[in-house]
Every structure is written in structure tokens, then in C-alpha cells.
């Protein structure tokens, strides 16, 4: 939070320092996931590309945060070039306010930069004996994962449970039941112990030791087994394939006169070197390429659905998020049951 209070200073200074002949300025305003392979790989790349095709150099400005509270904070004046989210409806949320006034869309891949899905990691020999969404039901199983006030990935994660339960209620009758998919998602909600404030927390608690099951981002775990540690998980039949965008934030880089250096990194995101980067750190590619040569890392799940077999984001954060919405209610439940 140093570092975004820092960044949120820098939006009042002269923003004349933010270019010069020799050095410019671009501030990545991202969400807490992806930090590994922007800090690691793809910003020091992009470094030296830059300064190899025009002599300068780039300084980066970062903050990492949870996506809906990164795009909140960019939305309140945190002078972000480029937002990097979880979610579509957070860079939506900066459309509206203004911030971005180009079709974010039109980027390659439809502005999806990476894509994952949700898995469910359990402790090493699975003594719980974890084979499925189900088993997340048990008394004897505590569960894991973050907020969705908060964090992008809580939302996937939740829309990955109750998608689950629709799509196989469709499986074994014909047609979505979403009784029954609110039945499952109100039965695992039940069994999470803590709610962290964004996915990269969420899982900082489980490798703490709390908890015997982890919805999480594949990448998460991927990263974690990249890194030596054991990180069992399964990829449940049904799950939901995760869709991260990246947009030029027109109204900051306007403001910081970066544009040519920002458009710039948004192309570099899509090509074959930020894509095996990201790759490496546990992102399914949106990359033909890319994505073929790691197809064996990354089995497609056999039931795996979009957000838009949900409806959309605008229908689940009304029917899911809203006042009224599903999981809004089942907390609501679950707290006066309390």
C-alpha cells in the first residue's frame, strides 16, 4: 500500500518528469496475480526492446492490488497508463468514468491478455480425498477462497461454483437447474473459514496451513509447483475459463504525454516473448503459437464454460453480486443462521 500511496502522490507532480529525450515513465496499475511474470519477465523485456528500437529507457511505476480495488483506485485518481485486471466489468468500471474512451476490445485476443481457470488445490497426499466440487460440501472439509467485495479472482471463483452446478445440473437433465446450483454454491460457502482480500492472499493462507481445500486460479498453482513447492491440484470437469484484460487508461496517458511508449507495451502484452512469459508463470496463452506449445501444461476441462454462459458480466453482477443476487443472499443467510 507504500507503493500505491507513493504512485497516488505522483499524479500531482509535474508530469513533465514523467518524459524526457532519455527516459520515459509508464505506470502499471495491475492486479496481485500476474506480478511474478510482469516483474520477472515481461517488464525487463519490454525495458530492452524499447531501449534497443529507440534509445530510451522506461521506468515503470507499479502497484499491485486486488482488480476491483485496483480499478476503484484508478477510477478515484490513481494515475495508472495501463490497468491490467481480473475482471472485464473492472476495466468496464474506468469506461464509464471516462478513463477509457477507445473500444478496449478491438486489442488482440478481444483485450484478454491471459486466460486460466478455476482449479481446487488440496494438501499434498489429498488426504481429504478431494476429487471434485462436492466434496467441498463435507463437514470435514474447511475451504478457501478470497473475497469478491475485493477481489476479481473471488468472482471467478464463485462464478466457477455456481456455473458448475448449472452446467451439470444441464448435463444429467437437460437444462440448467439453478436450485440446485445455488444449493452448491450455499454448501461451500458454508465451509469457507476466510475470506482474504485477494486471490494472491488467499492463497498466501492455505500455504500457511489453514484450510484443507483452496479455490483457486490454475495459475496460482502452477506458479507455486514452478517454484519447488508441492501444489497438488485437480481441474474439475466443470469449471470456468478466466479471462484477464489489459487497457490503456486514454485519459492518464493524455495527462503524462506517453502514449506512443504505452501503445506500444499494450502490442508487446500479445507477442510471442510476453506470452511465453506468461506462459511460463502458469497463463493459458492467447496466443496461437504459443498456446499449441503449451498445450500439455494446459488440458481443456470437459465441461468448461464461459462468463457469457452466465450471461454476461452485467447479468452476473445483478444476479450474483447485486443487492439482491445470489450470493448476496446466501451471505445473508448464512449470517443470520449465525
Known amino acids: 500500500m507504500a507503493l500505491l500511496g507513493a504512485l497516488h502522490l505522483l499524479a500531482g507532480c509535474d508530469d513533465s518528469a514523467r518524459k524526457t529525450n532519455n527516459e520515459v515513465t509508464l505506470t502499471l496499475g495491475a492486479y496481485t496475480v500476474p506480478k511474478d511474470a510482469y516483474q520477472k519477465e515481461i517488464l525487463p523485456a519490454f525495458q530492452a526492446y524499447w531501449k534497443e528500437k529507440t534509445g530510451q529507457t522506461v521506468k515503470f511505476e507499479e502497484s499491485y492490488e486486488a482488480s476491483g480495488a485496483q480499478s476503484r483506485a484508478i477510477e478515484s485518481g490513481f494515475d495508472a497508463d495501463i490497468a491490467a485486471l481480473s475482471l472485464e466489468k473492472d476495466i468496464d468500471r474506468l469506461s464509464k468514468a471516462?478513463?477509457?474512451t477507445h473500444n478496449w476490445k478491438k486489442a488482440p485476443g478481444g483485450g484478454f491478455v491471459t486466460c486460466s481457470v478455476v482449479v481446487i488445490a488440496y494438501r499434498s497426499g489429498n488426504p481429504k480425498k478431494i476429487s471434485g466440487w462436492h466434496d467441498l460440501k463435507r463437514d470435514d472439509v474447511d475451504v478457501l477462497y478470497p473475497n469478491p467485495k475485493t477481489s476479481g479472482g473471488a468472482m471467478w471463483d464463485i462464478n466457477a461454483i455456481y456455473g458448475a452446478g448449472?452446467?451439470?445440473?444441464?448435463?444429467?437433465?437437460?437444462?440448467?437447474?439453478k436450485t440446485h446450483a445455488r444449493e452448491l454454491l450455499k454448501a461451500i460457502q458454508q465451509r469457507v473459514r476466510i475470506m482474504d482480500s485477494s486471490g494472491r492472499m488467499s492463497v498466501t493462507t492455505f500455504e500457511n496451513g489453514i484450510g484443507d481445500a483452496l479455490v483457486t486460479y490454475e495459475?496460482?498453482?502452477l506458479l507455486r509447483q514452478k517454484q519447488g513447492k508441492s501444489f497438488p491440484y485437480i481441474l474439475p470437469e466443470a469449471t470456468i475459463l478466466i479471462q484477464n484484460p489489459v487497457a490503456i487508461v486514454d485519459r492518464n496517458v493524455e495527462k503524462h504525454g506517453n502514449r506512443e511508449v504505452a501503445e506500444e507495451f499494450l502490442r508487446f502484452l500479445f507477442t510471442r516473448?510476453?506470452?511465453?512469459?506468461?506462459?511460463?508463470?502458469?497463463?493459458?496463452?492467447?496466443?496461437?503459437n504459443v498456446a499449441r506449445e503449451f498445450e500439455y501444461q494446459y488440458p481443456v476441462p470437459k465441461y468448461m464454460f464461459?462468463?457469457?454462459y452466465l450471461g454476461g458480466w452485467e447479468a452476473v453482477s445483478a444476479e450474483i453480486y447485486g443487492q439482491d443476487g445470489v450470493w448476496s443472499k446466501i451471505m445473508e443467510e448464512l449470517s443470520h443462521a449465525q
Open 98 to 100: 471516462g478513463l477509457i
Open 166 to 177: 448449472l452446467k451439470l445440473s444441464e448435463i444429467s437433465t437437460g437444462k440448467q437447474n
Open 306 to 308: 464461459t462468463v457469457e
Open 219 to 221: 495459475n496460482e498453482a
Open 273 to 288: 516473448t510476453a506470452q511465453t512469459a506468461f506462459a511460463q508463470y502458469g497463463f493459458r496463452s492467447v496466443e496461437a
